[in-house]
C-alpha cells in the first residue's frame, strides 16, 4: 500500500512513472522488511546481514520486473498509469513472496 499510495502522490505531482516507480517502490522496501521478517514469516532470530541481503536482491528483481511490467502495460496495451501500477504490483507481490519465502526467511534462518 506504501508503494501504490507514493507512487499514485508522485505520478500526480508531475513526475514520471518510471521515476515514481523507483522511489515509490523504495519507500516500501524497508517497511517491508520488517513486516515480513516478523508478522508474515515469524522470525525471531537476530537478523543476519546475509538475510537482508538477499532481501534487498529480491526486492531489486522485482523493482525491474515492475518497472519493465509498467512500461508494457501502459505504453504498450494502451492501459491507464493506476491500472498499470495495480498489474505490476499484483505480478511484484507474486515475486517478492515466493523469492522471499524460498531464499530470504528460510526454516534454517528462524
Known amino acids: 500500500m ?11 505531482g508531475g513526475m514520471p512513472a518510471v521515476l515514481s516507480q523507483v522511489i515509490s517502490y ?3 522496501l524497508f517497511n517491508s522488511y ?7 514469516f515469524k522470525q525471531s532470530s537476530k537478523a543476519q546481514r546475509s538475510e537482508l541481503f538477499r532481501f534487498v ?10 518497472m519493465k511490467c509498467l512500461l508494457l502495460f501502459s505504453e504498450q496495451l494502451g492501459w491507464s498509469l493506476l491500472i ?3 498489474g505490476a504490483t499484483i505480478i511484484g507481490l507474486g515475486i517478492n513472496f ?13
Open 57 to 66: 536482491l529480491i526486492n531489486m528483481l522485482t523493482l525491474l520486473i515492475t
Open 26 to 28: 523504495s519507500c516500501g
Open 98 to 110: 515466493i523469492g522471499t519465502k524460498a531464499w530470504v526467511f528460510t526454516a534454517q534462518n528462524g
Open 34 to 40: 520488517i513486516l515480513n521478517r516478523k508478522w508474515t
Open 84 to 86: 498499470s501500477k495495480g
Open 2 to 12: 506504501i508503494d501504490f499510495l507514493v507512487f499514485t502522490l508522485l505520478v500526480f
